[in-house]
T-cell receptor, first 113, second 109 residues
């Protein structure tokens, strides 16, 4: 089944403790992206990747890192999480071409205390 | 940058028709996506318009006017399960969209 797999679904952590949210897609998509979603603010892009080893900042990259060493994986790294990073996070991938939209992962609800 | 405007909330009756409008200003434009998102779930793709005009897909249709920076999503024969947030997402380059804040649609009996 074509899908984007995110893990974990839920995570509660403490301020300053490094964490990684994994994202993997099995559709051979070139484009991958991370979004955070907050009430009243909608989906905001954190980072995106056009292809392996090609990443770029989105609208809200501060406090986050990403890597794209393989086409299928695009992990999101929070080196020193803070409470303002408490949010719902979505990974998404897209095949190049105008008829294809994003396929989203199921989301990761992160709480930083 | 991108500026996307859509109503925050709309209500409608089961069986009725509702139109959700979206206006946008973008520095580059390839096309416009509409996504549906049920509470607590991931967005799912509904439509993608590149050319001006109306595209129909079953109960859902999407319209685009590139010159006016305007799109709408038309939902016919509303069902309770259509209660969700609808996200307008113009795409400017690389087909990677930026999302509006979404319109929360409430369908009541």
């Amino acid at each position: 089944e074509a899908q984007v797999t995110q893990n974990p679904r839920y995570l509660i952590t403490v301020t300053g403790k490094k964490l990684t949210v994994t994202c993997s897609q099995n559709m051979n998509h070139e484009y991958m992206s991370w979004y955070r979603q907050d009430p009243g603010l909608g989906l905001r892009q954190i980072y995106y990747s056009m292809n392996v080893e090609v990443t770029d900042k989105g609208d809200v990259p501060e406090g986050y890192k990403v890597s794209r060493k393989e086409k299928r994986n695009f992990p999101l790294i929070l080196e020193s999480p803070s409470p303002n990073q408490t949010s719902l996070y979505f990974c998404a991938s897209s095949q190049r071409g105008p008829d294809y939209g994003y396929t989203f992962g199921s989301g990761t609800r992160l709480t930083v205390v | 940058g991108q500026n996307i405007d859509q109503p925050t909330e709309m209500t409608a009756t089961e069986g009725a028709i509702v139109q959700i409008n979206c206006t946008y200003q973008t520095s580059g434009f390839n096309g416009l996506f509409w996504y549906q998102q049920h509470a607590g779930e991931a967005p799912t793709f509904l439509s993608y318009n590149v050319l001006d005009g109306l595209e129909e897909k079953g109960r859902f249709s999407s319209f685009l006017s590139r010159s006016k920076g305007y799109s709408y999503l038309l939902l016919k024969e509303l069902q309770m399960k259509d209660s969700a947030s609808y996200l307008c997402a113009p795409s400017g380059g690389s087909y990677i969209p930026t999302f509006g804040r979404g319109t929360s649609l409430i369908v009541h009996p």
